[in-house]
């Protein structure tokens, strides 16, 4: 099955860095999405991205789906950031989805 | 507003014992899914549903059971429940045909079986 590999596993920032993280998939993919999962454990949809650049807000992202990867970017970091980030794909429609396992990021005050 | 609503939030069962969890959204999704969140593992997909009377299953189906009989519900039934089965459930929502298929998460179940 496809594999979907997150980098880094578990990041630390200062209030008001930025940082990347990455998602890497091994085949071709029809959806991905970026969830955040807050401290409380709910999750939230930030993209639907399977390809090109979004943005909202301090958040964006961009998907370069013939290199299979997907980059989330977070500008000036706030503590509310805090949590973990998950990337998922979907191979087609009426395919299962995949989660990778996550970044975790501490936003520092 | 529309919203995806988990029931009971938290469950403590014993071995064996027939479990069901509730999954209730009014955003009026032809598609809902059934997730299990574990420590190590982070999402695995249980089953899933692409509309009334469809079902599907996932990467760790086996143990559970859905059923789909109308738009806004898909019950997760655990019908012998195992202590492997002690996990965090999600449950969520996306629009068909949408162009987006974003999905919209539950506040999830805590399920601990002793």
């Known amino acids: 099955g496809i594999q979907v590999e997150q980098s880094p596993p578990d990041l630390i920032l200062q209030e008001g860095a930025n940082s990347t993280l990455r998602c890497n998939f091994s085949?071709?993919?029809?959806?991905l999405q970026w969830f955040h999962q807050n401290p409380w454990g709910q999750l939230i949809n930030l993209f639907y991205i399977p390809s090109g650049t979004k943005q909202n807000g301090r958040l964006s992202a961009t998907t370069v789906a013939t290199e299979r990867y997907s980059l989330l970017y977070i500008s000036s970091s706030q503590t509310t950031d805090s949590g973990v980030y998950f990337c998922?794909?979907?191979?087609?429609?009426?395919?299962?989805?995949?989660f990778g396992p996550g970044t975790r990021l501490s936003v520092l005050p | 507003d529309a919203e995806i609503t988990q029931s009971p939030r938290h469950k403590i069962t014993e071995t064996g014992r027939q479990v069901t969890l509730a999954c209730h959204q009014t955003w009026n999704h032809n598609n809902m899914f059934w997730y299990r969140q574990d420590l190590g593992h982070g999402l695995r997909l249980i089953h899933y549903s692409y509309g009334v009377h469809d079902t599907n299953k996932g990467e760790v189906s086996d143990g559970y059971s859905v059923s789909r009989s109308n738009t806004e519900d898909l019950p997760l039934t655990l019908e012998s429940a195992a202590s492997s089965q002690t996990s965090v459930y999600f449950c969520a929502s996306s629009e068909a045909g949408s162009g987006t298929d974003t999905q919209y998460f539950g506040p999830g179940t805590r399920l601990t079986v002793l």
């Open positions: 998922a794909v979907e191979l087609g429609y009426g395919q299962n989805f995949v």
């Open positions: 085949d071709s993919v029809n959806n």
